[in-house]
């Protein structure tokens, strides 16, 4: 009997984790202080009416054998696979099959799931700084090779952002069978215009090789910039789609996502729709009815009123905070297509110092860049789903602070 | 880029899928055909009130700002895992660490994703017959081998069940790693004893396997069986458990179970409870506060009395299809301490030609033993999940059907 090796390769705790023990190792020694955590990417506003309504009567549902529901379809209810497919697709131009959507319980579940249908000796690429998930799957799965001094693994071919470039990722110098894309970015808050996708939907139909498009954060795009991937001619040949109802519609507690395959996107022949079919068919019994009944419901004409005022809510605080850190003299990105900003830190500071001097001295957490990978550091993630008060309090006592 | 071309290697489509699809087929040429389905192991009755009415305060939670939940921990809240802990464990001898148990959305998602914390190189074995995602899963990451003429895989060592040992499996002459055990069984509906139980502990501990125990239908034990494998000594050195609360509860549409992984299960030094703490954490968001209120009800004093109903219910099916299919001349397995019967079909036919027999003649839908493995062949599963009145009907058309 032999374990997966590759696991053991993983040393530190993952971010969110040293976060919290830090957070707590504060508390335990300063029960007074008045914490305030930007850190975590988690959603505080409650769910909108129309959704714990549509909650309520799904519960009724089960209540009595004549609507009760048991084992849900795999690949979602056609309730909510239609609605989605009208109001994130059809509504933008996009035209997909109701078959090349499938809803899970989560992007997180998904974007490490979607390792399974694809080889372990495929190349892969990542942005860096990025969404830790992304290379500790691969690293799991071992497509990530060894971990080097220089805090990158070995098989990986990373595409540094940085300040230049707005942390736009370049296109792979070497090749990359398979890229991670995740705009609205995830830590940096930066989204991306259309050419400057179109650039890559091109660059990988001619490699053939694949993106993976983690688009999360889609609903906060408030500019002109591609909500999906499929907007761009030529994605479906190339790209699979990521999205989420956590941050969208507040479902972060509530747990459901759904990922887009074209039938269009094959590999030497094969299908991925088909494997991924598969993969879900086996590995996976479909989403809880009333999630899903919560989730219809974010596209009833109230339930869209009522999330887009959360969202709106939350792009607030992404502009008091945006502009407290610049006037306190930081240098910021995102904030505007996003609930992130990401901000550089003073030079004399490492990411994970600044965190620690943030939370000694006013008490407030956010997330250090470095957390996202070697070019992250140096900089530092905010994030824009508090409470408003607290959010505003946060920004004066970072003004104090820098002022002095 | 390439696929993961274990997947090509499965050929058929998922038993239950190509079941629905021959259901289809014959409603399409027979509209007034009154089908009754005793095939998948899917539950029908209600949820009980002490449960819905959990879920209906859940849902209040999230929809005021000062109870709302945000991402819920990865490994389960502690208000059900205490539960879990003290009613499934505590209360039978049992003691568990609250960290040795990890709630998920669903028993067939654990089994299947269990693969990726052990290495691909390691030996599988399996009963046959046998829930075919334990086989299917091993086929995607690669452990299976190919498909042989005989209809077995030819790295997966077979423990075949037979009429002649009431479907108990012995154990392996060959070396295995791994053992998937399912009791009470599903299909067979076969429990299991403690001192028959003893012996594959004892096995896995000489020869450092591992058993992956599945216990789904434990609250189905109407007899002197163990509930858990921890009820065996030893067991908490080789033996990893899954529960669910689907057939437990009637939560297949509610989606909640939970794995327990023993911190003493080591292999080469190596935790699995470690790894599979990194594994959800990395791959799974945790499960929706909705669900994990719903499960924890089940709890409850009014919760435990209601699905005690809810269980007397379906073992009242199961005795009716037992005692209707023997007076028919049938031979039975099972039904007693699980809500599934086998029973031999006639010799003149294969088990597929049962299922179109019985559809065709008189409306009622089981699952062919030969989905379950090459020693299911000439069986049969009926299960009790069904509405009481459509029950007896089944059985009264079985009964009239081979009395002719």
């Known amino acids: ?79 909510l696979v239609e609605k989605i497919n009208r109001y994130d ?40 700084p990025i ?9 799991m799965s071992g497509r990530a090779g060894v971990l080097l001094g220089n805090g990158k693994w070995s098989k990986l071919v990373y595409l540094a952002g940085s300040e230049k470039t707005d942390f736009l990722p370049e296109l792979p110098k070497e090749h990359a069978d398979i890229v991670y894309l995740c705009f609205p970015n995830n830590p940096t808050g930066m989204g991306i215009t259309k050419p400057q996708l179109q ?10 090789s694949i993106i993976l498009y983690d688009a999360a954060y889609e609903a906060f795009i408030t500019e002109d910039l591609p909500h999906s991937i499929y907007e761009l001619e030529g994605a479906k040949t190339c790209a699979i789609e990521f999205r989420s109802f956590s941050k969208t519609a507040g479902f972060t507690g509530v ?4 990922t887009i395959i074209p039938k269009q996107l094959t590999v030497n022949g094969v299908s991925l729709n088909k494997l991924w079919a598969r993969r879900q068919a ?44 610049n006037e ?13 900003i990401w901000l550089k830190v003073p030079e004399t500071m490492t990411s994970w110092e600044f965190f620690d001097y943030l939370l000694e001295k006013i008490q407030v957490v956010g997330t250090p860049g470095s957390g996202f990978g070697p070019a992250g550091e140096g900089f530092f993630r905010l994030t824009a789903f508090g409470n408003a008060d607290k959010t505003l309090e946060a920004v004066e006592r970072i003004k104090n602070l820098f002022a002095k």
Chains 1, 2 share one sequence.
């Open 89 to 128: 697709f059809a509504a933008r131009g996009v035209k997909l099959e109701n078959d090349e959507i499938f809803v899970s319980d989560g992007a997180k579940s998904d974007t490490g799931n979607i390792g399974d249908i694809i080889s372990v000796d495929n190349t892969v690429s990542v942005c860096d």
């Open 282 to 325: 086996t590995k996976f019994n479909g989403v809880s009815y009333v999630t899903q009944r919560a989730a219809e419901a974010r596209y009833s004409d109230e339930g869209r009123k009522q999330v887009e005022q959360t969202i709106d809510f939350y792009l607030n605080n992404a502009r008091i905070i945006k502009n407290g850190l």
């Open 328 to 340: 306190a003299g930081f240098k910021t990105w995102g904030g505007v297509n996003s609930p992130y």
């Open 199 to 208: 650039k890559w939907v091109d660059w990988a139909n001619e490699n053939k």
């Open 255 to 258: 747990r459901c996502a759904y």
């Open 1 to 79: 009997m032999r374990s997966n090796e590759n696991f053991l390769k993983i040393q530190s705790s993952y971010l969110f984790s040293m976060i919290g023990k830090k957070v707590r190792e504060y508390k335990a020694t300063n029960p007074q202080g008045d914490i305030i955590r930007l850190g975590i990417g988690d959603v505080t506003r409650p769910l909108p009416e129309a959704i714990t309504q549509a909650m309520h009567s799904a519960v009724d549902d089960m209540s009595s054998e004549s609507s009760f529901r048991g084992y849900p379809p795999e690949y979602g209810y056609d309730f």
């Open 131 to 139: 969404f830790p998930v992304y290379i500790d799957t691969n690293v």
